[in-house]
């Protein structure tokens, strides 16, 4: 009989609240109403901007492909790319001669039937609290609204590229994201239409896993939330959908035996990726042959390293069949919580990171969602990660897929600690490198 | 189909010549054979349609169109095997370009867009005259040239663990089609082929990053399959002939364009 009592990975927990994370839970931004931020408009970029130095030019379709190119030289531009299909050339213009000036040369060209900036465009996420989400796009923005005191800033571009990857791929529906925790909000408004079904519950057993302590749902919306609905926040995994396992109970706790059924289960109903924001101090080989299982099915396990500044918890450190997720904050730096140890793969921002909150748990006139801090908020970023490339390569292996995301992370730390260390292992995901094709251009010849 | 194609067009140019030898020991000529060396550039610019597996392992079209330029330089011998009749191989060296191929199957995606990749070309071609009408001669001409590219190994950037890919491309080209030649001139002779011209290629992308590794090909295939080919033959002296040559490939959307220019010593 497995007595091991599990601890959730999170400083939301109420059992274990940290001295640097002074925050009552819940925090007071639960007194702001979702109309009163951004003043109630969708959050979209407003404002042209393009390229300074390019054009979009489209000519005739009876010019052929010589007088293209002499016309190309006569204008002195030169061309960086021919879009096929609709014919479009991607220019670069001459130091001296501005976009304006330029379209407005080439509009009197007969050849040409319309020439117009390279405008900019951005992931049409309209989420509300889509800007303090800096772990998927750092600007340097406040992480937090002035309401809640001691929100940090955070630092350009210290983030996990996440709108750059979703012009890859925003997921697939078909991938299913098992997160055993202490179940999910099945009706939360930003993640009700995600949810594959009403799981299953190894505390209670029976098959409605709805969360009584709020960690699940705020896991389940940083991997999966609805995205673009004009509401909350956008999940990692735009399209992917939540499997919810609860065997964490109201307190935060759970049994070894409740996890490893859980992941048995999990397995066994369609989960392509497994988040474990949990871990426990104490090896155990059943909780190992869970992990393993899981692993020889092709399910891609990610367990949070945990928030003692001691050793990676389990099941993270068991380092074959699972990817252990460290933190990092808005200026890429890892907090000293963080757990540490040779069995960490990867890091992601885990300090201030908004997600859902139980809206039954949530007191009278305040908004299902908080601030929290944690390797839990790390471990469904990578999670995310690892269902959005199942999506795009369903025929990836599991080692493949984990294997992808270790190397394709940013070494922020490498001034430090340079190449694959304890605190960050690779270092903290880039889901560009991880999904959009590498460029290779000649000077990458060997 | 595209096997068949593939299979047929050689085989055609294996079989033509030995039929031409056996007609010509059956009606008794004694022919001469005339031999001319020649040097040649080459150029084409074609768009290309470019495929990929898919999962079940049939090959689909990739979204996005792409362009093969090619510049090549060759050494030929025409054999006049007899009067009209001519067969010619060619050896070359090649700077074949494929515009900005996107692999998507391997464990990390790679968009390349390297320039031009060197390689060895080879080929045949048989030209053989059928119709002679007052200055007009009516033939028909054939060719097959085959590039295959030098691999060529690039380092992929950005990750955190170093890694390559090792690339390889090729590419087939057949054409066939009647010629029409003004014999008019003293040493100058116009021509027009009206051909139909088939494009066939590969690009074979191994990654290596560390333990991970992949391999993805993509299918080639040239947009367009009828080649107007406007030409030139001039008789500089006995001895040396110039032949210039321009080709214009209509396909959906626009036209496709190469040009040739090759001298020739009689011996």
Redesign the interface.
């Given at each position: 009989m497995l007595m091991v009592i599990l601890i959730l990975t999170t400083a939301i927990s109420f059992q274990y609240p940290r001295k640097e994370k002074t925050r009552e839970f819940p925090p007071k931004f639960f007194g702001k109403r979702l109309p009163e931020l951004n003043n109630g408009r969708p959050l979209v970029s407003t404002g042209v901007s393009y390229a300074p130095d390019q054009i979009l030019v489209k000519f005739k379709?009876?010019l052929?492909?010589?007088a293209v190119s002499a016309t190309l030289s006569a204008y002195r531009t030169k061309k960086m790319?021919?879009?096929?299909?609709i014919?479009v050339y991607q220019l670069k213009l001459p130091e001296d001669v501005t976009v304006e000036e330029m379209i407005y040369v080439m509009s009197q060209n007969p050849d040409i039937e319309y020439a117009e900036p390279n405008y900019k465009a951005y992931i049409a996420t309209n989420d509300t609290f889509f800007k303090y989400q800096y772990a998927l796009q750092n600007t340097g923005q406040r992480v937090a609204p002035p309401s809640i005191p001691g929100a940090p800033t955070g630092v350009q571009a210290a983030d996990t590229r996440a709108t750059k990857a979703w012009e890859?791929t925003k997921g697939d529906e078909q991938v299913l994201i098992a997160v055993i925790d202490t179940g999910v909000d099945l009706n939360h408004p930003d993640i009700k239409n995600k949810i594959f079904s009403s799981g299953q519950d190894f505390v209670n057993d029976d098959s409605d896993a709805t969360d009584d302590n709020g960690h699940g749902t705020w896991v389940a919306g940083i991997a999966a939330a609805e995205a673009n609905n004009s509401e909350g926040i956008a999940g990692v995994a735009w399209n992917c959908r939540v499997l919810p396992v609860k065997t964490m109970d109201e307190e935060g706790t759970g049994f070894y035996s409740w996890i490893i059924e859980g992941i048995r289960w999990a397995v066994d109903n369609g989960a392509d990726v497994i988040n474990m924001s949990l871990g426990g101090d104490v090896p155990s080989q059943s909780l190992e042959s869970a992990v393993q299982y899981a692993f020889q099915k092709d399910v891609i396990v990610v367990a949070a390293a945990g928030n003692d500044s001691d050793t990676v918890l389990y099941p993270g450190a068991y380092d074959v069949y699972c990817l252990a997720v460290a933190a990092t904050d808005a200026s890429d730096e890892v907090p000293g919580w963080s757990n540490a140890g040779p069995e960490v793969d990867v890091a992601a921002p885990g300090v201030w990171i908004v997600s859902l909150f139980p809206e039954y748990l949530t007191p009278s006139g305040f908004l299902p969602y908080i601030w929290g801090d944690g390797t839990s908020a790390s471990t469904p970023h990578v999670a995310g990660l690892a269902a959005l490339i199942k999506s795009?390569?369903?025929?990836?292996t599991v080692s493949?897929i984990m294997?992808?995301i270790?190397?394709?992370?940013?070494?922020v730390n490498s001034a430090e600690y340079p190449?694959?260390d304890e605190f960050m292992g690779?270092?903290r995901i880039n889901m560009e490198?991880?999904?959009?094709?590498?460029?290779?251009?000649?000077s990458?010849?060997? | 189909m595209k096997t068949v194609r593939l299979i047929l067009i050689p085989l055609l140019f294996l079989v033509l010549p030995t039929l031409c030898f056996a007609q010509s020991e059956k009606e008794g000529f004694v022919q001469t054979m005339t031999f001319k060396p020649g040097i040649g550039f080459e150029y084409f610019n074609r768009e290309v349609n470019i495929f990929s597996k898919n999962e079940d392992g049939e090959w689909v079209e990739d979204e996005a169109d792409s362009r093969l330029k090619s510049y090549f330089l060759t050494l030929s011998l025409e054999f006049g095997l007899q009067a009209g009749f001519t067969f010619t191989p060619i050896i070359g060296y090649s700077v074949s370009d494929y515009d900005s191929l996107i692999f998507r199957k391997l464990p990390f995606s790679i968009e390349l867009d390297v320039g031009g990749i060197n390689g060895y070309l080879i080929g045949a071609e048989l030209k053989k005259s059928l119709i002679s009408a007052q200055d007009f001669e009516i033939g028909a001409a054939g060719q097959i040239m085959y590039y295959a590219g030098r691999k060529q190994e690039w380092s992929v950037p950005g990750l955190n663990v170093e890694g390559s890919i090792q690339g390889r491309p090729y590419w087939l080209r057949g054409t066939i089609g009647p010629v029409i030649e003004y014999k008019g001139f003293d040493s100058v002779f116009p021509y027009l082929s009206v051909s139909y011209n088939r494009l066939w290629g590969k690009f074979t992308l191994e990654q290596e990053i560390l333990d991970l590794t992949g391999e993805e090909e993509k299918k080639v295939t040239g947009k367009g399959a009828v080649v107007l080919s406007p030409g030139v033959i001039y008789e500089l002296t006995g001895a040396l002939t110039l032949k210039g040559e321009a080709s214009v490939i209509p396909r959906k959307g626009g036209i496709d364009f190469g040009a040739l220019v090759r001298v020739m010593l009689s011996l």
């Open positions: 379709p009876s052929p492909a010589q790319k021919r879009i096929p299909r014919n890859e795009i390569k369903p025929w990836l493949e294997t992808v270790r190397y394709s992370a940013d070494d190449g694959k690779y270092g490198k991880a999904l959009v094709p590498i460029k290779i251009t000649t990458s010849r060997q | -």
